[in-house]
């Protein structure tokens, strides 16, 4: 079982809707929750980060991390076809090393 | 300017040939990766540098040599390249190791076709 488990996709919403993203992960120990955006043929981006339980809103993005439920999610507001990309999340492990998921494929329709 | 760039950006190359790609960040990083992803996207450590010095080796084949000439420098040195090798190796930097709970910037990938 990997720890961080992430469904892969594809997710396909049409424009304006609201996208809902989650990843779990096995260890309380973790500490540091990310989530990259991919687009196609580029490398991940930094999109959000946090280190405690709670909500974290960043314009249409909210990250929300869930340490009790071992849980986090990424939330994204009035979803525009230039969100459409793969997103990972990513968890530093107990040994300090970047986890990542499987990462989501979203797809945004106008 | 890019912040961090690898070369080259496809590598199409036969079966047991050697090869190597190489990495700079110019973001004054002290800690550089290597991360292989497959074709199902998923992103795996291979080996971390911090300021030339070697922190992560994960369970990877020793045909794959990192080296680190100095710390804006990943190079990855593949031997006797198998079929299996093929995937997208990403480079990435980090202002600090990611214990200390820095994030990563990665390069565009350079995608290695083996035939």
């Known amino acids: 079982q990997k720890e961080v488990e992430q469904d892969p996709g594809p997710l396909s919403v049409p424009e304006g809707a609201i996208v809902s993203l989650n990843c779990t992960y096995s260890?309380?120990?973790?500490?540091?929750f990310m989530w990259y955006r991919q687009y196609s043929r580029k490398g991940p981006e930094l999109l959000m980060y946090?280190?405690?339980?709670g909500n974290k809103e960043d314009g249409r993005f909210t990250a929300q991390v869930d340490k009790s439920s071992k849980y986090i999610s990424l939330f994204i507001r009035d979803s525009q076809p230039s969100d459409s990309a793969t997103y990972l999340c990513?968890?530093?492990?107990?040994?300090?090393?970047?986890?990542f998921g499987a990462g989501t494929q979203v797809v945004v329709t106008p | 300017d890019t912040a961090v760039s690898q070369t080259p950006k496809y590598l199409v190359t036969q079966m047991g040939n050697d090869k190597s790609i190489k990495c700079e960040q110019n973001?004054?990083?002290?800690?550089m990766y290597w991360y292989k992803q497959d074709s199902k996207k998923f992103l795996k450590i291979m080996f971390s540098?911090?300021?030339?010095?070697?922190?992560i080796n994960e369970t990877v084949p020793n045909r794959f040599s990192p080296k680190s000439p100095d710390k804006a420098h990943l190079n990855l040195h593949i031997n006797s390249l198998e079929l299996g090798d093929s995937a997208v190796y990403f480079c990435?930097?980090?202002?600090?190791?990611?214990?200390?709970?820095?994030?990563?910037?990665f390069g565009n990938g350079t995608r290695l076709t083996v035939t």
């Open positions: 990435a930097s980090s202002r600090v190791r990611t214990e200390l709970g820095s994030s990563l910037h």
């Open positions: 260890n309380s120990a973790f500490q540091y």
């Open positions: 946090t280190y405690s339980s």
């Open positions: 990513a968890i530093t492990d107990s040994w300090g090393k970047l986890q």
């Open positions: 973001l004054g990083h002290d800690t």
């Open positions: 540098y911090n300021n030339k010095e070697l922190i």
